[in-house]
């Protein structure tokens, strides 16, 4: 999370590296509390290299099957661990073929921009 400078009432917001770094560390962690981890990766600013303060770390996971529905599946994940704000999108193989396959707007998106921390 953002931290206080020692001397000044003004928030630093963590460098673009330590982001990184920190996310693939919870990544292999991650990896571990979800064996049916196809593939994790983030999109946006970050992916994009132009992330500045106050922007969120949105990340994509791909599963190979998940009996919860879609939008209750990030509430299995922990993001405590990054350095600030995140969101995860949680897809099954299946829907993530058909997003991909779709052609709309955010498939293109994540087809240009996505950067795959972890693929099998």
Request: aromatic share 10%; hydrophobic share 40%; proline share 5%.
């Amino acid at each position: 999370m953002p931290v206080r400078s020692l001397n000044s009432s003004v928030l630093r917001w963590p460098e673009r590296d330590t982001v990184i770094q920190r996310l693939e560390r919870w990544a292999v962690e991650e990896r571990k509390r979800h064996p049916g981890l196809n593939a994790l990766g983030y999109f946006g600013s970050y992916a994009r290299g132009d992330a500045g303060v106050g922007s969120d770390l949105d990340l994509i996971a791909i599963v190979a099957d998940s009996e919860t529905p879609f939008e209750r599946r990030a509430l299995d994940w922990d993001l405590s661990g990054l350095p600030l704000p995140a969101e995860i999108l949680v897809y099954t193989e299946g829907e993530w073929q058909d997003l991909m396959s779709g052609g709309g707007r955010f498939a293109r998106v994540i087809k240009a921009e996505a950067v795959w921390l972890q693929e099998t």
